[in-house]
C-alpha cells in the first residue's frame, strides 16, 4: 500500500512538473546510465595545427552523446546537466579513457587534448584517476594534454595549484580553455602551472571590434609566462592570416577541419602527409 501511495505522489508531481523540466530529469537520469553503460556516447576529434610548419601537433577530443528518446544533444547541454548530477565523473573518465585510446593509433607526434570538468578536478583523487586511465590504455603521458576553463581558477587555490603541478611532474600538459570569455582574474596566470594558452573563438570572430587586441595581448602574455598559444575558431583564410601576422603559433579551427570521427581523422591525416610529400617531390 506504501508503494503505490509514493507511486501516486510521483505521479502527481510528475505531472505538475512543465514539460521542460520533465525533459531535464529524464535527461539527468539517462546520463547517469550513459556513464554506466557509454551508450550512445562518442568522440570527434578536431585538428590542432602548428602555424610554423603547417603540422598537426595535437586532435582535442570532444564529446557527442545520442539519445534514442532525445536524439543528438549538444555537449553545451549536456555536459553542464552531467555536471549538476554528478555523472560528469564517470562519463569524464570513460570520455578520457575512449580519448586515449583513439589517440594511441595515431602518429606518435600526435597529441590528444580532452576536456576536463571542474567537477572532475575537485575530486581529491583526480590525479591518481588520470594516472589509471593513462596506464589501462598505454597513452604516453607526454601526449595527454588536459583542458581546463578559467571557472577552475575561481576554485580551491591549494588544492587545484597541487593536482596541475602533479600532473606535469608525470609529464602530462595543461590548457586553459576559453581563455579571456570569463570573469576570473589574470592573476592566476602567474599562480597556476600550465603549458598552454587557448584564446576563446569569440575573439577571433570579432577581430576589428577589439578581438585582435585582446589576441595580442593574450600572446605578449602568453610569452612571458612561458605558455602556447592556441587560438580557437579560425574559420577562414583571412583570419588565419591576421592570428600568424600577430605571431600565433597554434590554431583550430573549421578553415582546417571540423571535429571527426577517429576513423576519418586518420584519412584526414594520412591525405595531408601524403600531400606534404608530393609537394617537396
Ligand atoms: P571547447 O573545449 O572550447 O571546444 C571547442 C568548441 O568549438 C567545440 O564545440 C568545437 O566544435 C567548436 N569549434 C571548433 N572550431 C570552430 C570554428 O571554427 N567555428 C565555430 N563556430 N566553432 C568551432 P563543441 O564540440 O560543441 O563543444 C562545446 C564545449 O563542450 C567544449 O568547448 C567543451 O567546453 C565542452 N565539451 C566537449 N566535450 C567535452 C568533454 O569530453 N568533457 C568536458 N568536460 N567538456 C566537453
Ligand atoms: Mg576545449
Ligand atoms: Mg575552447
Ligand atoms: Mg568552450
Not at 3 to 8: L, M, N, T, V
Not at 34 to 47: E, H, I, K, N, V
Not at 119 to 139: F, N, P, T, Y
Not at 178 to 193: E, H, I, N, Q, T
Amino acid at each position: 500500500a506504501a508503494k503505490s501511495e509514493h507511486g501516486d505522489q510521483a505521479r502527481v508531481y510528475w505531472s505538475a512538473l512543465g514539460a521542460e523540466s520533465q525533459r531535464r530529469v529524464a535527461m539527468h537520469q539517462a546520463l547517469r546510465g550513459c556513464a554506466d553503460s557509454g551508450d550512445g556516447l562518442t568522440l570527434m576529434f578536431q585538428p590542432i595545427v602548428d602555424l610554423e610548419d603547417g603540422r598537426v601537433r595535437a586532435v582535442e577530443a570532444l564529446a557527442r552523446w545520442r539519445h534514442s528518446e532525445f536524439g543528438p544533444v549538444a555537449p553545451d547541454v549536456f555536459i553542464p546537466l552531467a555536471e549538476e548530477n554528478g555523472s560528469i565523473i564517470a562519463l569524464g573518465y570513460r570520455l578520457l579513457e575512449m580519448a586515449c585510446r583513439s589517440v594511441c593509433g595515431l602518429p606518435s607526434s600526435v597529441s590528444v587534448a580532452v576536456n576536463l570538468s571542474m567537477v572532475q578536478l575537485l575530486q581529491h583523487d583526480c590525479v591518481d584517476r588520470i594516472e589509471a586511465v593513462l596506464a589501462a590504455s598505454g597513452l604516453a603521458p607526454q601526449r595527454l594534454e588536459l583542458e581546463l576553463t578559467e571557472s577552475v581558477f575561481a576554485l580551491d587555490g591549494a588544492h587545484v595549484g597541487a593536482v596541475l603541478s602533479a600532473l606535469r611532474a608525470r609529464g602530462v600538459r595543461v590548457a586553459i580553455d576559453d581563455f579571456g570569455s570569463g570573469y576570473s582574474s589574470l592573476a592566476y596566470l602567474r599562480r597556476f602551472p600550465a603549458d598552454v594558452l587557448k584564446v576563446d573563438r569569440s575573439f577571433i570572430s570579432a577581430l576589428d571590434q577589439g578581438g585582435e587586441a585582446i589576441i595580442a595581448a593574450a600572446l605578449s602574455m602568453a610569452r612571458a609566462f612561458g605558455l602556447e598559444l592556441v587560438v580557437e575558431g579560425v574559420e577562414t583564410s583571412e583570419q588565419l592570416e591576421r592570428v600568424r601576422r600577430l605571431g600565433a603559433r597554434r590554431a583550430q579551427g573549421y578553415y582546417f577541419a571540423r571535429p571527426q570521427s577517429a576513423a576519418a581523422l586518420a584519412d584526414w591525416l594520412h591525405a595531408r602527409a601524403a600531400a606534404r610529400i608530393g609537394l617537396q617531390a
